[in-house]
């Protein structure tokens, strides 16, 4: 089992940053990918970005592309999103996920409990 534990959501004005972070604990050393996925009031769960587990190769959505970087220290178990230019467009629950496949669908097998993102003047 994996447990993620995510935290850095909050209120940012358009424009802004914010850096989310997600630790993961337990059996690490399943874990292939870690994604981050974003769940807007009455839409479906999309993909935000993932980061592999032992090379930190990265993988985006266009819509944060050039906006968002995933980062990870090598051999840490904490990985970051760090958030620029902000819209109200990526208010949302942001979550991210682990597992022993890489996707870009909401398939993983762990989860974090989710962080809010509000981007609001």
């Known amino acids: 089992q994996v447990q993620l534990v995510e935290s850095g959501g909050g209120l940012v004005q358009p424009g802004g940053s914010l850096r989310l972070s997600c630790t993961a604990s337990?059996?690490?050393?399943?874990?292939?990918?870690m994604a981050w996925f974003r769940q807007a009031p009455g839409k479906e769960r999309d993909f935000v970005g993932l980061i592999t587990w032992r090379t930190n190769n990265t993988l985006y959505a266009n819509s944060v592309k050039d906006r968002f970087t995933i980062s990870r220290e090598n051999a840490k178990t904490t990985a970051y999103l760090q958030m620029d230019s902000l819209t109200p467009e990526d208010t949302a629950v942001y979550y991210c996920?682990?597992?022993?496949?890489?996707?870009?669908?909401?398939?993983?097998?762990?989860w974090g409990q989710g962080t809010q993102v509000t981007v609001s003047s």
């Open positions: 337990g059996r690490t050393s399943s874990i292939v990918a």
């Open positions: 996920a682990a597992g022993a496949r890489l996707r870009t669908t909401p398939d993983y097998d762990y």
